[in-house]
């Protein structure tokens, strides 16, 4: 199987949204000096200069297509809620998915649709759960790994995330 580096083009200037999308995807590395923001999604390395977005591991032209077409309108959504988030200009690093495994309960429940914590550890990281998927967590017997999660862990993206009728994600933790 081939895999493609595409880069797509652009007249417009995106430099402006990448303290935005820095803010709101996490994982996201910014390098404000070069206007240039990395995220890894989906086993894709992606870059987005101030006028064009790189994407690594795309199967085929159509794929592409289809992937360039979806990070367009993730920046152009990111822009368009700038008034909710706070531009964040600093680099920072993504907490490894050990790192955020060991602060998990542990119970390997499979209730958040993973097969261990482990594999549920890489998707929390790379941004595809959050932390309200994992039901022990909820539990008040795990509150102090849940805190520690999200004391480690840089906010869910809110572009593209369902939210409750307030705009926030509803809290569902359990006094159990």
Not at 27 to 35: E, K, T, W
Not at 66 to 89: C, D, S
Not at 117 to 136: E, I, R, T, Y
């Amino acid at each position: 199987m081939t895999q493609l580096l595409i880069i797509g083009g652009s007249d417009a200037d995106i430099s402006e949204a990448l303290p935005y999308l820095n803010a709101a995807l996490r994982g996201a590395v910014y390098n404000p000096a070069a206007h240039v923001l990395t995220w890894k999604q989906g086993g894709h390395n992606l870059a987005f200069h101030a006028y064009q977005i790189a994407i690594s591991n795309v199967e085929d032209r159509q794929a592409a297509v289809r992937e360039i077409e979806g990070l367009v309108e993730l920046v152009n959504r990111t822009w368009e809620r700038r008034g909710e988030i706070v531009p964040n200009l600093e680099t920072h690093q993504c907490p490894t998915a050990m790192s955020v495994f060991k602060l998990l309960p542990g119970t390997n429940c499979k209730q958040c649709g993973q097969p261990t914590c482990s594999s549920f550890a890489l998707k929390l990281v790379a941004a595809q759960v959050g932390l309200d998927d994992c039901a022990p967590l909820q539990m008040a017997a795990h509150i102090d790994h849940r805190t520690a999660l999200e004391t480690v862990l840089p906010p869910m993206p809110a572009i593209g995330r369902k939210l409750g009728p307030s705009g926030a994600r509803p809290d569902t933790r359990r006094e159990d």
